[in-house]
């Protein structure tokens, strides 16, 4: 099993930058492909960015490519999401989750996803 904590949300203004970290518990974080996901009021969650387990792949929704980046350091356990050119449509829940899965659909999928953090605030203001 893998324990996800989610930290460095926080209060940003419009054109501003948040690293988001996820630290993961457990022995077998490394064989774990993880994902972003976050989920703003009114609204379904959805797909950000993921990462293979190796680090050697990553994915993006296109809303935020070339603005976000997804990293992991295995030995640390830990995931990050650097947040670069923030705007108002950022701002939401952000979680990070974990999946054994290898299918590229179900990356993006949160339903293929079994293991979940708490969830971080990331609001973005103008």
């Known amino acids: 099993q893998v324990r996800l904590v989610e930290s460095g949300g926080g209060l940003v203004q419009v054109g501003g930058s948040l690293r988001l970290s996820c630290a993961a518990s457990?022995?077998?974080?490394?064989?774990?492909?993880m994902g972003w996901f976050r989920q703003a009021p009114g609204k379904e969650r959805e797909f950000v960015a993921a990462?293979?387990?190796?680090?050697?792949?990553?994915y993006y929704t296109d809303s935020v490519k070339d603005r976000f980046t997804i990293s992991r350091d295995n030995a640390k356990n830990t995931v990050y999401l650097q947040m670069n050119s923030l705007n108002s449509e950022d701002t939401a829940v952000y979680y990070c989750?974990?999946?054994?899965?290898?299918?590229?659909?179900?990356?993006?999928?949160?339903?293929?996803?079994?293991?979940w953090g708490q969830g971080t605030q990331v609001t973005v203001s103008s």
């Open positions: 989750a974990a999946t054994e899965s290898e299918y590229y659909s179900d990356l993006t999928n949160p339903t293929r996803y079994g293991y």
């Open positions: 457990g022995r077998t974080f490394s064989s774990y492909n």
């Open positions: 990462i293979r387990w190796s680090g050697g792949r990553t």
